[in-house]
């Protein structure tokens, strides 16, 4: 079986596996569709300023989007990652051909499609729900890379903190510890103006910056509009997908490295 | 013939515990070679040292190559408390694995080696735990090792399931197979192993064929008749003979001289409720050289009887 094979054989079988656990199958989509009526329908936007979301519906959709980007890769791989140490599977696939940095990509593969359709059914929400006014057009396609770069990253990242933490509980913690201020602090909810000073540098540390200020110019009307004088819209989001290409080669690299060889 | 594995002076630590410490052995290639030990002994770590699957001290060969670097297509690896994905069919599942090499053999061959046809399609969280070990040995299978580590592959089977698994073992090593075997269940070790290496406290403590082990270290067989009568008659016949409350006890009586005990019990008129008949086993050998049992670590099941018990 060639190298594709046994990528091809660890993704189904990672799919079928996580499509048979209805409740993962329905947290998953049930999740992002929960925060979107939140802070969408229930929270609302107030656009002439003051409240949570101060800014017009559109602005948010990078958010949205993180969360699935961002929550379910750490949550599934770091699982994933448990269960398989738990069950001595990494001991057992460390006696066959299967390499791992095919393994993380077989997950990670399985990911993006996951992801990518939980990010369909936001975007639907979105603009059927909230009223986001939405840049349509063939730019949009950059969405899929921005979405698939996202999930390889946080798959990465995932692998690590299955490596780091000892127990399926312990990756959960672990997860939560470090999705929930990444996705307050990377341009996602919080506008940069609404931090202090001395702190918005920080937020370029964040990877998923680069994923909310990509998608944000490509979606959103008042970026996405050109206006002269100013950068392009889509060469901003081809700058941020770039960036977010660089950090994601480096944390599936080091995922790769944290999937163990031996005990 | 040939050392399919060979291990030299390997030493296995983990912090300050040192599971395994010292250990060479050889295992000659088409043979079945049992580890055995309590548990803690060091038998998980030392098959993780021999697969590659863990750092270690010392050197080990594997098929001519350093574990690190065997051809992997060649070994087949069982672990000690392997779950593979749960959700998937036993035919999914074999499929799955078998799919991870460029050649495999056919999965419903296999399925059917290891007594799962009539569950193939069944999720392997839904199959009994006897099934499960047996759809893991299945997985085990599916690249046609020349090398075959199975860690208890018997644990938490039911009786018929073990005695299939030996079978299957059986025939595997017949046709050329090398099997290295962990087990603390002696019989086992005994019925299945060409040679043996008993760990305690990772270390080898004896290694041979379990006859020789047994001839070596074992002790005696002794028949042991529950009577009153005193030891006389017998110990005339030329057995040597212990006599205790309610009990005498032929020390060093093999099978072939039981019948002319009973004859002699019968020629003296000597009345007795029953005899038991008690052969040296490996855990004889066990306790005689570590001074510890085994009891209370065997978890795949009651031990073969290695004695027969006849009442009158």
Redesign the interface.
């Known amino acids: 079986m060639s190298r594709l094979g046994r990528i091809g054989s660890e993704c189904r079988a990672g799919a079928k596996a996580f499509l048979r656990r209805r409740t993962a199958v329905f947290f998953t989509f049930f999740f992002p569709v929960i925060i979107v009526l939140i802070f969408g329908v229930l929270v609302g936007t107030q656009p002439t300023g003051g409240g949570l979301f101060a800014e017009p519906p559109g602005y948010y959709l990078p958010g949205y989007l993180a969360v699935v980007v961002l929550f379910t890769p750490l949550s599934r791989v770091g699982s994933e990652f448990a269960r398989h140490r738990e069950g001595s599977r990494f001991e057992k696939l460390a006696t066959t051909p299967l390499r791992r940095w095919e393994w993380l990509l077989a997950h990670t593969l399985v990911n993006v499609f996951v992801i990518g359709a939980a990010s369909l059914l936001i975007f639907g929400l979105v603009v059927a729900l909230v009223d986001a006014q939405i840049a349509v057009g063939a730019h949009l396609l950059l969405l899929i890379p921005f979405v698939a770069l996202g999930v390889a990253l946080f798959c990465g990242l995932g692998a690590v903190l299955g490596r780091l933490a000892d127990s399926q509980d312990g990756v959960i913690a672990a997860s939560n510890s470090v999705a929930l201020p990444l996705l307050f602090l990377s341009e996602t909810f919080v506008t940069p103006e609404l931090l202090p000073a001395w702190f918005r540098p920080v937020t370029n540390l964040s990877p998923l910056t680069y994923f909310a200020r990509g998608v944000r110019s490509l979606t959103y009307e008042q970026v996405s509009t050109p206006v002269v004088g100013a950068t392009d819209p889509t060469t901003l989001a081809l700058t941020n997908l770039a960036v977010l290409a660089v950090l994601a080669a480096v944390f599936f690299v080091a995922g790769t490295y944290a999937v163990p060889r031996t005990d | 013939m040939d050392a399919a594995v060979v291990a030299d002076d390997v030493t296995k630590r983990y912090g300050d515990l040192v599971a395994v410490d010292g250990v060479s052995l050889s295992v000659p290639a088409g043979t079945v070679f049992g580890l055995i030990g309590p548990n803690g002994a060091g038998k998980t770590s030392l098959v993780?040292c021999l697969?590659?699957?863990?750092?270690y001290e010392g050197e080990v060969s594997l098929l001519g190559s350093a574990p690190e670097s065997v051809d992997?297509?060649r070994?087949?690896?069982?672990?000690?408390?392997?779950?593979?994905?749960?959700?998937?069919t036993v035919r999914?599942l074999l499929?799955?694995?078998a799919?991870?090499?460029?050649e495999?053999r056919d999965v419903p061959s296999v399925i059917e080696e290891v007594g799962l046809d009539d569950s193939a399609e069944t999720?392997y969280e839904e199959l009994s735990g006897g099934q499960q070990r047996r759809a893991c040995v299945g997985?085990t299978l599916v690249?046609d090792p020349d090398v075959l580590f199975l860690d208890e592959p018997t644990t938490g089977i039911d009786p018929k399931g073990r005695r299939d698994l030996w079978t299957l073992i059986e025939e595997l090593a017949a046709a050329g197979t090398t099997v290295v075997l962990t087990s603390h269940s002696m019989d086992e070790v005994e019925r299945l192993a060409d040679r043996v290496a008993m760990l305690a406290d990772g270390e080898v403590v004896a290694e041979g064929s379990p006859a020789t082990l047994i001839a070596e270290h074992g002790g005696e067989s002794r028949l042991e008749i529950r009577t009153e009568a005193v030891a006389d008659p017998l110990a005339n016949r030329g057995f040597r003979v212990e006599a205790s409350a309610g009990r005498l006890t032929l020390h060093d009586v093999d099978a072939a001289e039981i019948d002319d005990a009973v004859d002699a019990l019968a020629a003296a008129g000597i009345d007795y409720e029953s005899f038991t008949w008690t052969e040296p086993t490996l855990e004889d050998v066990y306790l005689e050289l570590t001074g510890e049992s085994f009891r209370g670590d065997d978890v795949a099941g009651p031990a073969e009887p290695a004695e027969a018990e006849v009442e009158r």
Not at chain 2, 51 to 55: H, M, N
Not at chain 2, 75 to 88: A, D, K, T, V
Not at chain 2, 99 to 102: F, I, P, Q, R, V
């Open positions: 993780r697969t590659g699957t863990t750092e992997r297509s070994i087949g690896l069982l672990p000690q408390s392997f779950s593979p994905p749960e959700r998937l999914e499929g799955y694995y799919d991870l090499y460029d495999a999720w997985i690249n």
